[in-house]
């Protein structure tokens, strides 16, 4: 499985939008399991005159907020 990250910020701008995502709050991108809904994601932004980059991620990491556990 591919997965797919957008990430947009205004034109000439270095602030990234940002989008709230319950249990983990704000984060800088909007993650996508379907190339075509980031697709239609990166036209949206773009149309609003957005820097748009959409890429694709091999994993997300849960930055140790997870135990691990032993097998």
Wanted: charged residues 25%; proline residues 3%; hydrophobic residues 40%.
């Amino acid at each position: 499985m591919r997965l797919w990250n957008v990430e947009a910020a205004p034109e000439f701008s270095a602030r990234t939008k940002a989008w709230w995502y319950p249990l983990v709050g704000s984060l800088e991108y909007r993650g996508h399991f379907r190339s075509a809904t980031r697709a239609r994601m990166r036209s949206a932004w773009r149309a609003r005159g957005y820097d748009v980059y959409a890429g694709g991620v091999e994993a997300y990491s849960t930055l140790g907020w997870f135990k691990k556990t032993r097998s």
